[in-house]
């Protein structure tokens, strides 16, 4: 049978006593024909070039082609060397590898779309930041970012992952939700708490637009991926602590649908509403596209 709810997937772990990772690259393999190591060593190819995606973008400072960003992460990486944050070491790992990755994306270096473009930054800073803290082994790595393709992968057979079709929620927002899945699945969490993680990270960033500046993923694209990267871990954290959400994840996937088909189309990755018709925005896309011509 078909995975194609969180409902689905709690029943196959269930029957079959197993974690939501194992139920995943076993599917993975079934489709592809392969074996199970053999999914496994394509996942760690993933992670392997989501590593160097934050490697690349931690050393650089090329600025995009509009001249707005590209040097952000080099700020923040000044700022804690020269005093830290008091939320600690994980956290200024987890921002700036978010935005050294976002970053690194706007320069069209190689990256992961997980599960988009936009929202690149968001699923590889949580698991590579708090792998490198947590001395979190590549084994479980693997677990986690399957455990992740696993949430994006049923959120995404009811609602397509496109801020186009349903706004940054079904971007940024699915990929927080995956980064929670994965944290928790590699800090120990069961199967519910796991589903709950994503659950927690989902429902708190119901109704985010897609606004971005002149149609560029960069304003608010970029410094999006730090916030919600963060957010995960929250989620990650309640779930792990016994919080949970008093709403089903699938119903809200069924909500996240609806708010995207209720969002006014100027608010989906079209430009034409929210920050991207601001004063600012306006006198930006007017300098930017005069400079082109």
């Keep these: 049978m078909p995975i194609l709810s969180f409902s ?39 992670l392997l070039a989501m590593k160097d995606a934050v490697k690349n973008g931690l050393k650089s ?7 707005w960003c590209g040097d952000d992460c080099a700020k923040l990486i000044e700022k804690y060397q020269k005093k830290g944050t008091i939320f600690g070491k994980t956290f200024e790992k987890i921002t700036t590898y978010a935005l050294a990755t976002a970053e690194e994306n706007l320069r069209m270096g190689r990256i992961v779309a997980c599960p988009t473009a936009g929202s690149c930054g968001i699923v590889p800073s949580v698991i590579i930041a708090a792998a490198e803290e947590e001395k979190i082994s590549e084994t479980q790595q693997i677990n986690g970012l399957l455990t992740a393709g696993m949430t994006g992968l049923i959120i995404s057979n009811k609602v397509q992952l496109a ?16 980064a929670a899945a994965a944290l928790t699945q590699m800090l120990g969490g069961n199967v519910s708490e796991v589903i709950n993680a994503a659950a927690l990270a989902l429902k708190n960033i119901l109704g985010l637009t897609c606004d971005p500046v002149c149609g560029l993923v ?18 990650s954290e309640l779930a792990l602590c016994g919080v949970e959400s008093k709403i089903p994840i699938d119903e809200i996937v069924d909500t996240l649908k609806i708010t995207g088909q209720l969002m006014s189309p100027l608010l989906k990755e079209t430009s034409q509403g929210g920050l991207a018709k601001t004063k600012t925005a306006q006198k930006l896309e007017e300098k930017l596209f005069n400079n082109k011509q």
Excluded: W
């Design 8 to 46: 689905d997937l709690q029943i196959r772990c269930a029957e079959e006593n197993k974690s939501i990772y194992e139920v995943a690259q076993e599917e993975e393999a079934s489709l592809l024909g392969e074996v199970v190591d053999v999914v496994r060593l394509k996942v760690l190819e993933d």
């Design 61 to 67: 400072k090329e600025k995009a082609i509009s001249g």
């Design 218 to 235: 960069e304003v608010p694209c970029i410094k999006r991926n730090a916030f919600l990267a963060v957010h995960a871990v929250t989620a």
């Design 163 to 178: 801020g186009a079709v349903a706004g940054c929620q079904a971007e940024c927002g699915v990929a927080s939700a995956m």
